[in-house]
C-alpha cells in the first residue's frame, strides 16, 4: 500500500517569504507527526496531531510556524516569513493509533532551502 | 528533559565483521526506545523497538536489549554486510507519543 507521501520534495524560497508543506498519511492512521532535521542531526519534533486536533505542539520553535489538519488526514505545516535557519529537511510521519508502542511510518521528507 | 545519545561516527567495518552502535538515553517514566535506519536515498524507517525493561528487539540480524539499569539500547549485528550501509538513529518515545532521536551515526561496510 502507500506509505506517507510528503510535496514537494524539494523547497527553494527567499528569505521573509511564505511557505506549505503538505503530508499525505497512510490511509487510516489517525496520529501524524512532524520533525524537522537539519544537516548532520536526528530528527526533532514539531509538532503531533491525534485526528484534527494538535494534541502537542510542544516543539514548534516559534509562532512563525503552524500546522493544521482539518479533516484529520492531510496535514499542512506552515512557516511565516522564512529565515536562512529554517533551512533542513521536514519530515512528517503518521502512526495508526499514536502513543510511544505505535510505529510510526516516515514520508522522504520535504528539504527546504532558504536564500 | 528526555535526550538520547549515540556513537559518533562515521563508522567504517569490513563485510562481515561483529558491529556494536552504542546509545544511552535520559528520561523521566518508562519509554519505549527504537533504531531507526535510513539507507542512501530514503526516508527513515523502523528497524527494531522494545516496549519495557529487558525486552530485546530484533530485525534482519540486528538486535538491541533495552538494558534499564544501564539506561541503554545497544544496537549489534553479528555479521555486517554491504547492504547494511546506512545511517542509524537511536530514538526514545515518551508518554507524550513524540520521538526524541540521537544524531545518528553513519555505517559503511566494504567489501
Known amino acids: 500500500g502507500a506509505g506517507v507521501s510528503q510535496t514537494p520534495s524539494n523547497k527553494v524560497t527567499e528569505k521573509g517569504k511564505y511557505v506549505e508543506l503538505r503530508c499525505d498519511p497512510i490511509?487510516?492512521?489517525?496520529?501524524l507527526y512532524w520533525y524537522r532535521q537539519s544537516l548532520g542531526q536526528g530528527p526533532e519534533f514539531l509538532i503531533y496531531?491525534?485526528?484534527?486536533?494538535?494534541?502537542?505542539d510542544s516543539g514548534l520553535p516559534n509562532d512563525r510556524f503552524f500546522a493544521v489538519r482539518p479533516e484529520g488526514s492531510v496535514s499542512t505545516l506552515k512557516i511565516q516569513r522564512t529565515e536562512r535557519g529554517d533551512s533542513a529537511v521536514y519530515l512528517c510521519a503518521s502512526s495508526l493509533a499514536g502513543g510511544p508502542q505505535g510505529t510510526q511510518y516516515f514520508g522522504p521528507g520535504t528539504r527546504l532551502l532558504v536564500l | 528533559g528526555d535526550s538520547v545519545t549515540q556513537m559518533e561516527g562515521p563508522v567504517t567495518l569490513s563485510e562481515e565483521a561483529f558491529l556494536t552502535i552504542n546509545c544511552t538515553y535520559t528520561a523521566t517514566g518508562y519509554p519505549s526506545l527504537f533504531w531507526y535506519v535510513q539507507y542512501p536515498g530514503e526516508g527513515l524507517q523502523l528497524l527494531l523497538k522494545?516496549?519495557?525493561?529487558?525486552d530485546k528487539g530484533s530485525n534482519k540480524g540486528f538486535e538491541a536489549t533495552y538494558r534499564k539499569e544501564t539506561t541503554s539500547f545497544h544496537l549489534e549485528k553479528g555479521s555486517v554486510q554491504v547492504s547494511d550501509s546506512a545511517v542509524y538513529f537511536c530514538a526514545l518515545g515518551d508518554s507524550n507519543e513524540k520521538l526524541t532521536f540521537g544524531t545518528g551515526t553513519r555505517l559503511t561496510i566494504i567489501p
Open positions: 496531531f491525534q485526528g484534527t486536533g494538535a494534541a502537542d
Open positions: 490511509s487510516g492512521h489517525t496520529a
Open positions: 522494545a516496549t519495557k525493561a529487558d
